[in-house]
């Protein structure tokens, strides 16, 4: 029992990050489903830098703007950027399928169930892993993504983190990164930054998560009552047995 308890209190601990994504696993995103503030920087965050080439079509403004405790003339001004787009419309791009072929070989995926898919985890990781690549047409890799296609949208306000390769059993590997051209943000504020983006897009892939997570507490609460009835009931038929 004991045993059991330690393993599940290791697991609940979330991992803590203090640079740039790990080369080998996952750095953890510590989402909260509860935390509008969080959830209002990241919609404005997802707006201004993921919108312009992905999309997120399964989600309408309207439906962000009830959720996250936000007026439609709040999204309008601060998540809409697309002219003839209103709040009850869904979350489209500006860059059409054929010009992101032609730009970047590859039409930008849509973004609305990326967090649901490979887990927020994997967002943020993705998010934190672009490192200097002069061998690639754009000049970056990813440490998610092999050979990315994708541009380093938010070099602006990380910087470019300098690969570190060392000689391991006689052949060179990424075995860390070093941060030689610093953004606008310092790196906490940059883990900050796309930790609400990552929270955001978690929430788009789960809309009612936070209302499930709030549900079941009621739902736990009301088995446990039901356990006490359950058992008085027992000893009450069973009493004569007895």
């Not at 419309?89 to 590859?106: I, K």
């Not at 490979?118 to 890799?141: A, I, S």
């Not at 930790?195 to 446990?224: C, H, S, W």
């Amino acid at each position: 029992m004991k045993t059991f308890l330690m393993i599940l209190i290791l697991a609940l601990v979330p991992a803590l990050s203090a640079g740039a994504a790990p080369v080998n696993g996952k750095m953890s995103a510590d989402v909260d489903p509860h935390d509008k503030e969080s959830l209002q920087r990241g919609a404005q965050a997802f707006a201004n830098y993921c919108m312009a080439c992905h999309q997120a079509e399964l989600m309408r403004y309207n439906r962000v703007a009830r959720d996250l405790g936000l007026s439609d003339e709040d999204v309008e001004e601060f998540l809409i950027f697309m002219p003839g787009v209103q709040a009850v419309d869904v979350m489209r791009n500006a860059m059409t399928s054929e010009d992101a072929e032609d730009w970047f070989g590859v039409a930008a995926p849509d973004l609305t169930m990326t967090a649901r898919r490979h887990g927020p985890d994997w967002v943020y990781t993705f998010l934190n892993g672009f490192y200097r690549d002069e061998g690639r047409p754009l000049g970056v890799n990813n440490t998610v993504i092999s050979n990315v296609s994708m541009p380093h949208v938010l070099q602006e306000l990380q910087g470019l983190p300098d690969p570190v390769r060392e000689e391991v059993n006689g052949e060179e590997r990424l075995v860390g990164f070093e941060l030689n051209e610093a953004g606008m943000m310092s790196p906490a504020e940059y883990r900050r930054f796309t930790r609400d983006i990552t929270n955001f897009m978690d929430y788009m892939a789960e809309p009612v998560k936070a209302e499930r997570q709030r549900l079941g507490v009621y739902v736990l609460i009301f088995l446990f009552i039901l356990l006490g009835i359950t058992y008085l009931l027992k000893k009450e038929y069973w009493k004569d047995v007895h």
